[in-house]
C-alpha cells in the first residue's frame, strides 16, 4: 500500500518536471533519494521505484497522455545526422583542356529535423540541411546535394530548408503526402535518384498485406519541378512529373524475400524548356549547356532485390545478409541512348547498428544521354550526368551505435557520342574517393 501510494506521488511529481526542461531527471532522483534517507522506502525500494517510474513516464509521453505536458509536445521529436568528409576528384584531361588537376576538400553535412503528431492520423516535418551556398563543380545543384564545403576562409555556412510536409494516415494501409518529402518511390539503387533529393508537390503510397507472406504497395505522386509561365501565351505551362509504382514483397521462405515494382513516369511542361539543376547532358535544341531541352520523357522504370538472411548458415559461416538487387530504365519516347541499367550487390550486415557491424556494396551503372532527366542522378556518380558508365563500391563500418565510417570509391567514363557541358565529347574515366564519418542522432 505504501509503495503504491509513494509511486502515484513520485509519478505525478515527475511528470510535472518533465514540463520543466531545467529539471526531471536530477529532481525525480532527488526525491526518491529523500524517501530513502527518511526511512520510508528502503534502498531497493527505492530503485525499482525509480526505474517503474521513469518507463511510465515514457511510455506516456509516447503515447500522449501524460496530463502534465501539452499532447502534440509528447507526440514531438527531434532528429538529425552529421557527416565529416574528405573526398578527392580525380579526372582525366578532357580534349578541349590542357589539363585536369586532381582536387582535394573536405566537406560537412549537417540535417537537422522536428516531426510533430497533431492527432493520430496527422504527422506533420520539417527539416533543414547544409549544402545551400555550396557552388562547387560537384555540388551546384543545390537539390542533388547537402554537403558544404570547408572554404572562404573559415567563414559561416548557410542552412537551407530540406523539406516542409504533411503526412495524412486515414488508415493503416493509405498514406497521402503533401509539400516538401522523402521520395515517395523505391529504388534498390540510386541509377535514377540522387538520395538527396526532396521532391515537392503531392504523393499518395498503398500498402496493404494479402497474406502472411505477400505485401502490395502503390506509389504514386504528381511532382512539381518548376514554375513557368509563358509570356507570349500566358497560359499556365508548370514542369510537373507524374508517376506511379506498383510494386510486391514477397517471403519465399522465412530467411528469402524478393521486393520488385515496376515505376511509369510521365512528363508535361518540359518540352523546350531549361530545368534548374541539369547536368547539360541531355539532348538539347542547340547541343549547347543552354539549350532547351528537345524531347520528351517518359520512361518505364522495372526494379528487384532479392534478399537472404544468414545465406551461408548451413556451413557454418556467420554472414548475416546477402542481396542481389538490378533496375532498368527506357525513355520510349525517344529512339535513341535512352536506356539505362544497374546492377548490384549487398553482404553483411543488413544495417550498420554497433561496433563491428560492416557491409560492403557494389554497383555498375550505365545511363544513356536521354535515358533519364539529368536533373536526377546521383551527383556524385560521374558529376551528375547522363550519357555515363560507372562503377561503385562502398564500405560501412561501425564504430558504436550511431556512429559509423564510411568509404566510397566511384570510377566513371563517357559512352561515346555524349556531350560535356562544356561542349566537348570525350570517353576518359574521372574516378572518386571518400572517407565519411557518420553520426546520427
Known amino acids: 500500500m505504501r509503495k503504491g501510494l509513494w509511486a502515484s506521488v513520485v509519478l505525478w511529481g515527475a511528470a510535472l518536471l518533465c514540463a520543466m526542461p531545467t529539471a ?6 532527488l526525491l526518491v533519494q529523500k524517501l530513502v534517507e527518511k526511512g520510508v522506502l528502503s534502498a531497493n525500494e527505492g530503485q525499482i521505484l525509480l526505474d517503474e517510474t521513469k518507463q511510465d513516464v515514457a511510455k506516456q509521453n509516447a503515447k500522449g497522455t501524460n496530463d502534465a505536458i501539452p499532447a502534440w509536445v509528447q507526440t514531438t521529436k527531434l532528429k538529425g545526422d552529421f557527416r565529416f568528409r ?49 557552388l562547387t563543380t560537384e555540388s551546384a545543384d543545390q537539390s542533388r ?37 522523402k521520395s515517395p518511390l523505391w529504388e534498390p539503387g540510386d541509377l535514377i535518384w540522387d538520395t538527396d533529393i526532396n521532391p515537392a508537390g503531392g504523393a499518395l503510397k498503398l500498402d496493404y498485406q494479402l497474406a502472411p507472406s505477400l505485401d502490395v504497395f502503390l506509389n ?32 519465399l521462405s522465412d530467411t528469402v524475400s524478393l521486393k520488385s515494382a515496376v515505376a511509369y513516369y510521365t512528363h508535361t511542361g518540359i518540352n523546350n524548356k531549361q530545368l534548374y539543376g541539369s547536368a547539360g547532358t ?77 557491409q560492403f556494396r557494389y554497383n555498375y551503372a550505365m545511363l544513356g544521354r536521354d535515358a533519364v532527366l539529368d536533373i536526377l542522378p546521383d551527383s556524385d556518380r560521374y558529376s551528375g550526368k547522363t550519357g555515363m558508365r560507372s562503377h ?7 564504430l558504436g551505435k550511431n556512429t559509423w565510417l564510411g568509404l566510397d570509391y566511384y570510377y566513371g567514363w563517357q559512352l561515346p557520342g555524349s556531350v560535356q557541358p562544356s561542349g566537348a565529347t570525350q570517353t576518359k574515366p574521372a574516378s572518386e574517393y571518400q572517407v565519411d564519418w557518420n553520426m546520427k542522432f
Open 145 to 181: 546535394s547537402t554537403n558544404q564545403t570547408l572554404t572562404d576562409g573559415f567563414s559561416k555556412y548557410a542552412l537551407a530548408l530540406d523539406y516542409a510536409f504533411a503526412q495524412y494516415t486515414p488508415v493503416s494501409w493509405a498514406t497521402l503526402y503533401a509539400g516538401k518529402f
Open 392 to 398: 561503385e563500391g562502398m564500405l560501412d563500418f561501425g
Open 24 to 29: 526531471y531527471a536530477g529532481e525525480v532522483d
Open 220 to 251: 504514386t505522386g504528381v511532382l512539381t519541378i518548376a514554375e513557368v509561365t509563358s509570356a507570349s501565351t500566358k497560359k499556365w505551362a508548370s514542369p510537373t512529373m507524374y508517376v506511379a509504382q506498383p510494386g510486391v514483397v514477397v517471403d
Open 282 to 358: 541531355n539532348t538539347n535544341t542547340t547541343g549547347a549547356s543552354t539549350g532547351l531541352l528537345l524531347y520528351k520523357y517518359t520512361e518505364v522504370n522495372p526494379s528487384a532485390e532479392l534478399s537472404f538472411k544468414e545465406p551461408l548458415k548451413a556451413f557454418g559461416i556467420g554472414l548475416p545478409y546477402f542481396s542481389l538487387f538490378g533496375e532498368y530504365v527506357e525513355n520510349i519516347a525517344v529512339k535513341d541512348r535512352n536506356t539505362g541499367y544497374m546492377g548490384g550487390f549487398k553482404v553483411g550486415a543488413e544495417k550498420i547498428a554497433a561496433f563491428g557491424d560492416w
Open 86 to 134: 574528405y573526398q578527392h576528384d580525380h579526372a582525366k584531361r578532357l580534349a578541349t583542356t590542357s589539363n585536369n588537376p586532381d582536387t582535394d576538400r573536405t566537406r560537412i553535412r549537417m540535417r537537422l529535423g522536428l516531426e510533430t503528431k497533431p492527432n493520430d492520423k496527422l504527422l506533420v516535418g520539417i527539416g533543414l540541411s547544409t549544402g545551400k551556398d555550396d
